[in-house]
C-alpha cells in the first residue's frame, strides 16, 4: 500500500535554529498538508497546498513557518528560528482530491 | 507516555464485543466527516468517511452514523479486536475549506 514518508523521524534542535521537516507524498496525489500533535493534545491544521501555493493555513502557520515542494516528489516545511512552543509531532498527509487523506508517521520535532 | 495535554476520554471493551465511539462535531458548515485511528507513536490512519448528504456509511466491521440535526457523529466497531486498542478522531472538513478540524479523540481500550 502506498506510503508517506517522512524524514527525520526524531530532529532535536536549539531553540533559535532553522528545521526542515520532509516528506515524500504519495505519487499520484495533488493536494499536500502539514499538521502538528503537541504531546497528548488534538491535531491540528497548519497548511494545505494545491497546484504549487498554499490554499489555506492556520493561525498558527506565522511568518517563521514556509512550505515548499522544490521537485516532483518531495514536500518540505521550514520553520526559520524555532521556539520551545514548536516542540511536537509533525505530520504530513496528502490526497488525491481531498477525500480521506494519508497521513505519514510524523517527525517528532524536540526544540531545546 | 502521554502524561500532559488533554485528558482523553476512554472506553474499555471486551474483546469480541462491539464499541461505539461518539464525537460531537463544531461547525455546522462542515459537509465532510472522517474518523482516524492513531495508534502509539504513528500517525492518524484512516478508517471511513461520511459526507452530510448521508446519515449512515458501512465499510468492513465499522459504521459511521451521521446526525446533522445534533451535530454528533459515531463509530461503531463491530467483534472489536485487539488491534483495535488506538485512539480515534473524528475529523470534519468544514464546507469550501482545505482542512481538518480534529476532535479531541478517544481511547479505546481492548480488554482480553
Known amino acids: 500500500e502506498p506510503e508517506v514518508t517522512q524524514t527525520p523521524s526524531h530532529q532535536v534542535t536549539q531553540m533559535g535554529q532553522e528545521v526542515i521537516l520532509r516528506c515524500v507524498p504519495i505519487s499520484n496525489h495533488l493536494y499536500f498538508y502539514w499538521y502538528r500533535q503537541i504531546l497528548g493534545q488534538k491535531v491540528e491544521f497548519l497548511v494545505s497546498f494545491y497546484n504549487n501555493e498554499i490554499s489555506e493555513k492556520s493561525e498558527i502557520f506565522d511568518d517563521q513557518f514556509s512550505v515548499e515542494r522544490p521537485d516532483g516528489s518531495n514536500f518540505t516545511l521550514k520553520i526559520r528560528s524555532t521556539k520551545l512552543e514548536d516542540s511536537a509531532m509533525y505530520f504530513c498527509?496528502?490526497?488525491?482530491?481531498?477525500?480521506?487523506?494519508?497521513f505519514g508517521s510524523g517527525t517528532r520535532l524536540t526544540v531545546v | 507516555g502521554e502524561s500532559v495535554g488533554l485528558h482523553l476520554p476512554t472506553l474499555s471493551v471486551q474483546e469480541g464485543d462491539n464499541s461505539i465511539i461518539n464525537c460531537a462535531y463544531s461547525?455546522?458548515?462542515?459537509?465532510?466527516f472522517i474518523w482516524y485511528k492513531q495508534e502509539s507513536g504513528k500517525g492518524p490512519q484512516f478508517i471511513i468517511d461520511?459526507?452530510?448528504?448521508?446519515d449512515k456509511r458501512q465499510g468492513q466491521r465499522v459504521t459511521v452514523l451521521l446526525n446533522k440535526t445534533v451535530k454528533h457523529l459515531s463509530l461503531q466497531i463491530a467483534a472489536t479486536q485487539p488491534g483495535d486498542s488506538a485512539v480515534y478522531f473524528c475529523a470534519e472538513e468544514p464546507s469550501g475549506t482545505y482542512k481538518y478540524i480534529f476532535g479531541t479523540g478517544t481511547r479505546l481500550k481492548v480488554l482480553a
Open positions: 461547525n455546522s458548515a462542515s459537509d465532510y
Open positions: 461520511i459526507r452530510s448528504n448521508m
Open positions: 498527509a496528502s490526497s488525491v482530491d481531498r477525500d480521506g487523506y494519508t
